[in-house]
């Protein structure tokens, strides 16, 4: 397992991760966060099956065996970006804030964070390396939800609720937006180019509920920020609900 490239060497990330400061090599000035500021510049720019380490010393203007010194490989890069672009998060609360507003206020900030870095969508999913800026994030939170009545598991669940409902509903956003890109072809100037044809191929079928919520939407684009608002709000009554009925458990009201 020590020998595979195909696999991030955790406990390696681990100590860069959490590193102190450092001095920059006297012959090329390079540093870790150096070295991850412009990978993060590359996957900003191109995405991340553009990002190499050949491309990270090119852009740094040194050779790329280099780059090895300060960081292990690619899938190491990646952890040390991950972590960097968390930074951007704030970790505190506004104090007159209510747990909900404080919800909706961590949901709405990762959502324009991953608009920002498209990239984290296709970061693969691993064990957890957890930095210190992604602690910051996760301290930050759970001090949303402190307090309310739920216990530890619940406490987590919720925060994992919001963070998984922004992840698909930006991945989706990323992905029209992709394929748009790719195509040359907007998600609606699609939509309206097969229209006549699924006329055709279904005219002897009957979709009336299809048929009224599509006009009603403005069919055949549902934009995502919409889906977006409406999923975080129904996360939030849900909450709600939960919060209220142990309220009511601990006065007896229930």
Known sequence: MAGRRDYPDHRRALLLLWRSAEEPSPRSGLTVD???????AIADADGLPALSMRRVAERLGVGAMSLY???PGKDELVILMVDRVY??????????ASW?????????????LYRRHPWLIDVPLTRPTVGPHAMDRYEHELRAVEGLGLDDLEMNAVIELISGHVEGMAGRAVEIRRDAERSGVSDDEWWYSVLPVLSTVMADRHYPVSARVGSTIGAPHQPTEYGFEFGLTRILDGIETLIRSRTSATDGSG
């Open 100 to 112: 909900r507003e404080r919800l909706e206020a961590i949901a709405r900030e990762r959502w324009t």
């Open 69 to 71: 010194t300060y960081v």
């Open 34 to 40: 150096r070295i991850v500021d412009a990978a993060i």
């Open 87 to 96: 930074a951007e998060l704030s970790t505190e609360h506004r104090e007159d």
